[in-house]
């Protein structure tokens, strides 16, 4: 199938399922106020000066044009007057001279004070939205449509950044109609009215238009993070090198471009219903105020109030469409807006208190895992036991079980059955924060986090202030010591050659996170494949190390090679699923089976 039609399916099939397609005319409304609420009691909280000075300057910047008919008004009727006086004629005009000048400097004025204090929400609310991402379970990280809300919820802050000033702008507008309306209002009524009428059709386009957006919006989001995450494939230094070195950057390009298609033409249908609605709005906008100035010929006002009337519906007409612009903005940004809300709210707080703890006993009896939509189990009745002072490995082929069971243990993917018991307590008993501070867990895909030394072993620990000597003893105990000694900062090294820091070889990377576990200092210790990019002599000591440390906690490594397992206190051996052997390095090297099976040619060589 062409990429078009590709293109064209994905649209076609994520409009379907758009969660928001169901959203009535007036629960939009609803949640349009929803949002402007919560906008100004934000910027209320968060930037109380500026939004003040937004306020005032949007209310006195509403009244100008009603007092520009009004000035124009009394303008000509002192000229049309049988003995105009030079002095009033004079006040009068300087008057309408002022406040025609003053409209655009206090419009500009308005939008720089709410723009400032959308600043200081975007602070606020990026500061929230990281605090609930870094509050996230590591389930609810590894479900695609966590990501999704979360790329949501970052898209909708600038956007939300923009309420209280819509909101402000949309009161001014809407006075500024009201004391047109008023204005005209004194000498035909019925031009006045029209003029008030003339809003509807630019709210009722901007609500149809808001609502469409809303639909649209979120398959477009999805397809904009599947581009930008392919985008980061390029550009980021480990996998734009690989690609680069492969010479296949340009597969990945044209997955950038595909996506980029795609949005180009869902942006395309939106903007097209947008460009109707808009359209219609306009026309209907334009014969209403046209109609008002026809009412005022048919009732004979007289050429000065025609005149005054005529530059009042030229402003109105500005004031209405931003009326409408500022409406739709808020009712489009309320979806978003939800988003942000659902994903802020629903994070568990942090909770910088539970810190690590020892443990005495830890027990998996009988667990089993099967992920959705997979057709068997990935671990089966697997059952362990390891207490204090204990190190015990895992070993199997890969696709054997082992990361699934550690992520048992974890909590981070659902057992169908089976428990885990921490000193005696389920694991289903403990909180997500009491869980983790347990555990010290270094992932084969560990983070290379390109900050400073310090920061980058300081993560290790979720709390308190960290000593100097405390990062110095766990770099000496992964071998690392003399390396960041001899660093042009010492600790306070930045990482990273694209910030202009320091390059670590891919097993200097490994040595830090595991410093990382040695800082956490954790009661459980699960360590997978801890030295995998380590060359052979400092693995030597690393396992040393583990091995001298070990008293005060549980150790369990996941490990490949056979030479690492020679000290351990137990070796569970896994295959598809199950442990079908348990025992020391020895009793499982004395016996046939399938440990033999997997290490032998190491062992031979
Ligand atoms: N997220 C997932 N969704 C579906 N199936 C999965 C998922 N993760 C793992 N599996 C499957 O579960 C089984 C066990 O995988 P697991 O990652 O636990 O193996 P492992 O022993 O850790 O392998 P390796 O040595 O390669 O790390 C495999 O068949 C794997 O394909």
Redesign the pocket.
Known sequence: MPVSMCAEVAVSRSRRVSPSSDLSFRSAIAVAARTARRGLRDAAGQARRWFLVAGLLTLVHALVPPAEVWLLKALLEQVDSPSPQDARLAITLAGLTIVVGLNFSLGYLALSASQRTGFRLAHHYRSRLAAAAAGLHPRQLAEAATNTRLQAAALAVDRMTRVPGDTLQLVGTALTSIGLCAAIFGFSAAAGILVLSALLPTVLAMTFIARSESVGWPPIAAVERRSTYAMEQLVQQRTGSELALLGSGHKVASLVSQTQRQKMIMLDRLIAIDMRWESAASAATALLLAAALVSMIITDVGAALAAAAVAGILSGLSAIRFTGFAFGNIVSTAPQAEAYAAVVGTAEPDDPTSGPATVGRLTAEAVSVS?PD?AGW??RDVSLTVEKGEVIALV??????????VNAILGVVERQSGTIMIDGISADDLTHADLLSRIGLLT?EFGRYEFRVRDVVALGRSAGEVADEELWSALRSVGLAELVASMPDGLDTQLGQQWGGVGLSGGQWQRLALARIHLRDAGIWILDEPTSAVDAEAEREIFAELQRTKGNRITIV?SHRAWTLKGMDRIYV?DR?RVVQVGSYDELLSRAGRFADLFAEQLSG
């Open positions: 992920y997979a990935a671990v199997g082929a890969n696709g054997a079980g082992k990361t699934t069971t084969q996941v896994f699923g």
